[in-house]
């Protein structure tokens, strides 16, 4: 950009931007952005014609512009625990670890949890997310205040108790109400029972019939593990995904994390229901989940496949490019077929298959819709030579190449600088050590 120009306004709301000198689909374009925050105008020269309208000229410097990345699965305030207790057994990592701290929690470390998440999310060029934990009020103050999109939830479990489920459903209606009353278009509420063996089946009928009753998405754990499986028939005589048909949870707004242990008959229900299926590789990985969800008998089934992260104890980044390189290797390597989840479909799991299960409108680059551009920088070594896009984002850069991230017409980092972000980081370091001081650990 030019020097002699003032940028100092340009992280506020409502300003028009001209995005030139980037590249989308291998062609060099520019971008117009309005003050409404959509994208008004894409081509090969719109200089002419807008550079007087626009507030602000961003010189994009040659880089890949992409719709923002959406990660369809995460605990963002997690981000507190990162690297707080790593290499253990699911069961002893959740009883022993992450459940006893997790119970000294309070709205203040959501908060500055969700501010990290979003701060990193925002560095690493995601745009929305979908988010399951508690006291998520104070998760929406701090989505509000990011400038990024979400879809939260309150992590409904009852543990098949009647008392506690008629808590968990005023949680879950106080959740809603609060939201509608933020009236903020980049911020929505979903319904969201835990998982199977955390929810009744009576809780998870009524989740889904709130859901439908006011036109929320549902965000659910299905099948991550086998034991959840077979518990599951032993219990109740079917596989999760029909337990979850039966209350009526599998929907075109659902969302359901891992599903690494379907098969092919549950893939097929997946694809019939038109259910959103987050594939989240880093996790099961690290949590040895002994399968990897099965992408392609999924797609077979027409189920819409997209990313998430997972939170960040079991990950421990939200960088939505890493998710997808993992992505791609995790399904090549397990299924043992090097064609599988090619480059191009592992980006558009994190775009604008994202995108399609949040319902944000997001997704694409095109005339009309909402804003959410990130730009990757080119003069890096990770996509250099730049013979192939979709393969050097997938395959050789990370978050890290991500130079300015834009979300809803409003710019929130330019150039690598997000305002405020050492403030968020100080913050959220000072909750972290105090959570876990609470909690008699250290
Ligand atoms: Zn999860």
Redesign the pocket.
């Known amino acids: 950009m030019a020097a002699d120009v003032d940028m100092s306004g340009i992280f506020e709301k409502n300003r028009s931007l001209l995005i030139t000198n980037v590249v989308i689909d291998g062609k060099n374009a520019e971008i117009f952005v309005d003050e409404t925050g959509k994208i008004a105008g894409l081509g090969e020269n719109l200089r002419a014609g807008h550079k007087s309208e626009a507030d602000y000229v961003i010189d994009g410097d040659g880089a890949l512009a992409i719709p923002g990345l959406v990660n369809t699965?995460?605990?963002a305030a997690m981000t507190l625990l990162r690297g707080y207790a790593d290499d253990m057994i699911l069961q002893d990592w959740l009883a022993r670890k992450i459940w006893p701290l997790e119970a000294h929690l309070t709205g203040n470390d959501v908060y500055w949890g969700t501010k990290l998440a979003c701060t990193e999310m925002i560095r690493t060029g995601t745009t929305a997310f979908n988010d399951?934990y508690f006291f998520m009020e104070d998760a929406a103050r701090a989505v509000d205040e990011s400038g990024i999109r979400a879809a939260l939830s309150y992590g409904f479990i009852d543990l098949f108790n009647d008392e506690k489920r008629e808590n968990e459903c005023r949680a879950t209606e106080k959740l809603a109400a609060h939201v509608r009353s933020m009236n903020n278009p980049r911020i929505k509420a979903s319904v969201g029972p835990h998982a199977i063996y955390t929810v009744s089946p009576k809780g998870l009928q009524w989740c889904a019939e709130f859901a439908k009753e006011k036109g929320l998405g549902i965000h659910i754990?299905l099948s991550?593990t086998e034991k959840e499986v077979t518990d599951c028939v032993a219990q109740h005589g079917k596989r999760p995904s029909a337990l979850l048909d039966d209350c009526g949870i599998l929907t075109p707004k659902t969302v359901a994390?891992?599903c690494c242990w379907l098969d092919e008959t549950e893939c097929s229900l997946m694809g019939k229901r038109g259910v959103h299926v987050s594939h989240?590789p880093a996790?099961n990985m690290k949590l040895a989940t002994n399968r990897a969800m099965p992408w392609h008998w999924l797609t077979a089934a027409g189920a819409n496949v997209c990313l998430?992260t997972?939170?960040c104890a079991?990950n421990n980044n939200l960088d939505m490019f890493e998710e997808a390189k993992t992505a791609a290797l995790l399904q090549k390597f397990f299924w043992n077929d090097p064609t599988l989840l090619p480059a191009p479909a592992a980006l558009a799991m994190a775009t604008s298959a994202g995108a399609k299960a949040l319902g944000f409108g997001t997704g694409a680059l095109t005339v009309g819709a909402p804003a959410d551009i990130v730009l990757v920088a080119t003069k890096v070594a990770c996509n250099t030579p730049l013979h192939n896009a979709s393969s050097n984002l997938v395959y050789a850069c990370s978050g890290g190449a991500v130079e300015t991230t834009i979300c809803n017409g409003r710019v929130l980092m330019l150039n690598r600088e997000i305002p405020g972000e050492d403030a968020v980081l100080a913050g959220a370091g000072a909750a972290a050590r105090d959570l876990v001081r609470r909690a008699g650990s250290v």
Do not use: F, K, L, Q
């Open positions: 699965h995460t605990h399951m754990h991550e994390a891992h989240n996790s998430g997972d939170g079991s």
